[in-house]
């Protein structure tokens, strides 16, 4: 996907919010950035001298449209007057844009479900042992420090496997 796209892209789903009836900021740069080194997120929202400047991981130059849209849309979401978390205004507006454009906007989001293959370098694989899911991880974290303290979305217990 190539620049132009990426700032057509960013000017639909402005358009979209609007109409939706959220109060997007006025001041978002209609030029989207495209970080080459970031690898866990896959936007940012950048608030500089009062403007606001969506950034997205060049991973998803790769992506469907629709992810795409789905990252601009959490990032354009941000611009709002007390939205810079997640909170429950942020949410309200988040599934209004669900609601009409399928966009599926979540407060995070993961390589599977925006189509990407995750690429980075995995040292520690947590897997629930009752469905057996596999959680890679980069880095230790408490996760993998403690795995006895944490639960599967299923409620199966985990374990660590150093790969």
Not at 11 to 27: C, D, F, T, Y
Not at 51 to 60: G, H, P, T, V
Request: with cysteine; aromatic share 6%.
């Amino acid at each position: 996907m190539d620049q132009k796209t990426l700032d057509a892209l960013l000017a639909k789903v402005i358009a979209q919010a609007r109409q939706a009836g959220i109060p997007v900021s006025p001041a978002i740069d209609p030029k989207v950035r495209v970080n080459r080194r970031a690898r866990t997120r896959f936007g940012c929202c950048i608030q500089k001298n009062g403007r606001f400047y969506i950034e997205l991981a060049s991973q998803l130059l790769s992506a469907r449209e629709q992810a795409v849209c789905k990252v601009l849309a959490h990032e354009i979401l941000h611009t709002c007057r007390g939205c810079a978390n997640h909170g429950l205004r942020w949410k309200d507006y988040a599934q209004r844009m669900n609601e009409l454009y399928g966009y599926g906007v979540e407060r995070t989001d993961s390589f599977e479900k925006l189509g990407l293959e995750d690429q980075r370098p995995v040292k520690y694989l947590v897997v629930c042992q009752s469905c057996g899911r596999q959680l890679p991880r980069m880095k230790r974290s408490p996760l993998v420090e403690h795995p006895e303290r944490y639960r599967c979305s299923c409620g199966g217990a985990l374990r660590v496997v150093e790969v």
